[in-house]
């Protein structure tokens, strides 16, 4: 599907663009989102990206998927934005150390919606490289070879960032819910 | 027991639906605009690089033309006036004018991703 709409724009019709835009908006926004955690920097980088991949379509030579071509543009955009704005959260140096409680089970405590916000929330204060890994491979659902090809990331480096989200988000979670527990009980 | 950030599943499970969506209604219209002003802007600059090499080779054609009949009326007495001085000189200014041109023309038509 997305080469007809490749050909379509290549061949002069603009509208044909907005297929892409309806198609990957929501994804390449998240991944931005992860990286910049602030939404509208996140719809500038998702902006800027689309009208990179509008004037680099005639170069895209199907070696890979128009999807990993196009958010491995946005990665790069909210990268740039980030070392621009000089916006990298250091947060989780600190908050590495908290006490392990043990087994969270999240479902237990909030609810659906609650558990969303939550996630949300503990996804924000995890460095951006963490948070941008784990929103590939577990929000996303790509592969680690994917996400190699996307961020240019060594398959090493992409276990390690994955290992240390994990943990991040973890700790993350243990301490906003422990917060949750205490105004509950 | 295995703790929770070491177990796949539990993760996968935690962040499925954890989707973001676009909060900004008028993202997709103000996208679509900006891509068409961008189009329209490429489709200009090209039409400008045309209109700017048909220029380049008129310029061109008129400084050899120039060069030619100068070095022509040199030899007629009436236009004596012309020494061999001014005639160089107008051979080297031509010849770096177009030199100048044609390198910033090439730049430009090369590097069209700048546009």
């Given at each position: 599907?997305?080469?007809?709409?490749i050909?379509?724009?290549?061949?002069?019709?603009?509208?044909?663009?907005?297929?892409?835009?309806?198609?990957?908006?929501?994804?390449?926004?998240?991944?931005?989102?992860?990286v910049?955690k602030?939404?509208?920097?996140?719809?500038?980088a998702?902006?800027e990206?689309?009208?990179?991949?509008?004037?680099?379509?005639?170069?895209f030579?199907g070696?890979?998927k128009?999807?990993?071509?196009f958010?491995?543009?946005?990665?790069?955009?909210?990268?740039?934005?980030?070392k621009k704005?000089?916006?990298?959260?250091?947060?989780?140096?600190?908050?590495?150390e908290?006490v392990?409680p043990?087994?969270?089970?999240?479902?237990d405590i909030?609810?659906?919606?609650?558990q969303?916000?939550?996630?949300?929330l503990?996804?924000?204060?995890?460095p951006?490289?963490?948070?941008?890994?784990?929103?590939?491979?577990?929000?996303?659902?790509?592969?680690?070879?994917?996400i190699?090809?996307?961020t240019?990331?060594?398959?090493?480096?992409v276990?390690?960032l994955l290992?240390?989200a994990?943990?991040?988000?973890y700790?993350?979670?243990n301490?906003?819910l422990?917060?949750?527990k205490?105004?509950l009980? | 027991?295995?703790?929770?950030?070491?177990n796949?599943?539990?993760?996968?499970?935690?962040?499925?639906?954890?989707?973001?969506?676009?909060?900004?209604s008028?993202?997709?219209?103000?996208?679509?605009?900006?891509?068409?002003?961008?189009?329209?802007?490429k489709?200009?600059?090209?039409?400008?690089?045309?209109?700017?090499?048909?220029?380049?080779?008129?310029?061109?054609?008129?400084?050899?033309?120039?060069?030619?009949?100068?070095?022509?009326?040199?030899?007629t007495?009436?236009?004596?006036?012309?020494?061999?001085?001014?005639?160089?000189?107008?051979?080297?200014?031509?010849?770096?004018?177009?030199?100048?041109?044609?390198?910033?023309?090439?730049?430009?038509?090369f590097m069209?991703d700048?546009y």
């Amino acid at each position: 599907m997305d080469e007809l709409y490749i050909k379509k724009v290549l061949n002069g019709d603009i509208d044909a663009f907005r297929y892409f835009v309806h198609q990957y908006k929501d994804k390449a926004y998240t991944l931005a989102f992860s990286v910049l955690k602030n939404e509208f920097d996140a719809r500038d980088a998702v902006q800027e990206a689309y009208i990179i991949a509008f004037r680099k379509l005639g170069k895209f030579r199907g070696k890979s998927k128009f999807s990993t071509w196009f958010f491995r543009i946005v990665i790069n955009e909210s990268l740039k934005c980030l070392k621009k704005f000089g916006k990298e959260k250091n947060i989780t140096n600190a908050r590495t150390e908290t006490v392990d409680p043990g087994y969270i089970e999240i479902h237990d405590i909030v609810s659906r919606d609650q558990q969303k916000y939550y996630i949300d929330l503990a996804i924000q204060n995890i460095p951006s490289n963490e948070a941008l890994a784990l929103t590939l491979f577990y929000i996303e659902e790509y592969s680690v070879e994917e996400i190699r090809e996307m961020t240019g990331w060594t398959e090493s480096n992409v276990k390690v960032l994955l290992h240390r989200a994990r943990k991040s988000m973890y700790n993350e979670l243990n301490l906003l819910l422990s917060t949750e527990k205490k105004t509950l009980y | 027991m295995e703790k929770n950030y070491n177990n796949d599943r539990y993760f996968r499970e935690l962040l499925s639906g954890s989707t973001r969506e676009m909060p900004f209604s008028d993202f997709e219209d103000e996208l679509i605009a900006e891509i068409r002003m961008e189009h329209e802007k490429k489709h200009l600059f090209l039409r400008n690089i045309k209109l700017s090499w048909l220029f380049f080779i008129l310029g061109m054609l008129s400084g050899i033309a120039i060069v030619v009949v100068l070095s022509f009326f040199n030899d007629t007495p009436s236009f004596s006036f012309l020494s061999d001085n001014i005639l160089s000189a107008a051979i080297i200014f031509i010849c770096l004018a177009i030199l100048l041109f044609a390198e910033k023309l090439f730049k430009i038509s090369f590097m069209q991703d700048n546009y």
